[in-house]
């Protein structure tokens, strides 16, 4: 297990390294001049006079691999600048907003696991019925429809209408706040976890240990739920995780319909403003975010599943051998 972690954490390190540069250049390839932007927040505008010392100040006339390399250093020690709007640093801006993006994250993907899982297995097990088909057009609808869609159709129909849930906003953190953005960001990845639930039960259902199970005259749902589930689920812990990592980096629309003081909606604000360092940090800590996720699980899957790691050893004994 050492040696399969060690191997996975080590192929981290040129992906990392990828995502540090994009960021970079989204940064610098950006349309405008940074100390233009930089100095252009307040009435008026600057000098070229002005413009010519801000550059010379955040040292942009150096080549741009020597800033990459200069502006990377400052990552590794936790500075990633400062943002033309406030100039406030960076980081400490961005981790006061996480807590409420991985909350609505965290909510979304429990409520596409607890549905999609139970749905997908429910349609399996009675596949060819009435139920399996509406599990199925229920899947498409879900894979269809669009985040933002789905968040104006629940704030009219729950919030306008039925007048049951608050139209937008954190509040206190309560639940009542929280439950339309979640159930808006879950959508599409519940049709995911629906669909793929419903074809992994049903090729393990398949499995001669199943028919064992049923021939020793154990029921239907212990089969299911002490044989065929817990195998069907290795494939689902993969996605999910990778959704997991799509949620965190994802919910900027619905943060920003909501209300929802998160990093989605700091970054959207960003984007308007033109205030490129907030952009730069945000597609940083979005890819180590989404590598470390699926990191995780890697991990779990190998804990979960032996054979994964056991084969990378044998893999090594064979490489020593040789």
Request: hydrophobic fraction near 55%; charge should be neutral; include cysteine.
């Amino acid at each position: 297990m050492v040696r399969y972690t060690l191997s996975r954490l080590l192929a981290l390190v040129p992906v990392l390294l990828g995502v540090s540069l994009l960021a970079f250049l989204l940064a610098n390839l950006a349309p405008g001049d940074p100390a233009e932007l930089a100095l252009s927040q307040g009435d008026q505008e600057p000098t070229a006079a002005e413009i010519a010392a801000k550059r010379e100040e955040l040292r942009l006339n150096d080549p741009m691999p020597v800033r990459y390399v200069r502006w990377l250093g400052d990552v590794i020690r936790g500075d990633m600048g400062l943002t033309y709007t406030d100039s406030v640093p960076v980081l400490p801006e961005l981790a006061r907003r996480i807590p409420a993006t991985v909350k609505l994250a965290t909510a979304a993907l429990l409520l596409a696991l607890v549905l999609g899982v139970s749905i997908g297995t429910v349609t399996a097990v009675y596949r060819g019925t009435l139920l399996d088909e509406a599990g199925r057009v229920l899947a498409l609808l879900c894979a269809s429809l669009p985040s933002f869609a789905v968040a104006l159709i629940l704030i009219y129909a729950f919030a306008v209408i039925l007048r049951l849930l608050p139209v937008a906003g954190y509040g206190d953190g309560d639940l009542r706040h929280l439950i339309l953005p979640a159930i808006s960001l879950s959508v599409f990845t519940m049709g995911t976890l629906v669909r793929l639930t419903h074809a992994s039960v049903l090729e393990v259902m398949g499995q001669d240990y199943i028919r064992t199970a049923y021939a020793k005259g154990l029921n239907k749902l212990a089969v299911v739920l002490k044989h065929a589930l817990r195998n069907a689920l290795l494939p689902v812990v993969t996605v999910a995780g990778t959704q997991f990592g799509q949620l965190l980096g994802g919910a900027a629309i619905v943060e920003t319909i909501f209300a929802w003081p998160g990093v989605g909606k700091l970054v959207v604000e960003s984007i308007y403003a033109r205030d490129y360092p907030i952009i730069q940090g945000f597609v940083l800590l979005a890819g180590l975010t989404f590598v470390l996720v699926n990191l995780a699980t890697d991990l779990l899957y190998a804990v979960i599943d032996p054979r994964i790691r056991l084969g990378a050893g044998a893999q090594g004994r064979g490489d020593d051998h040789a």
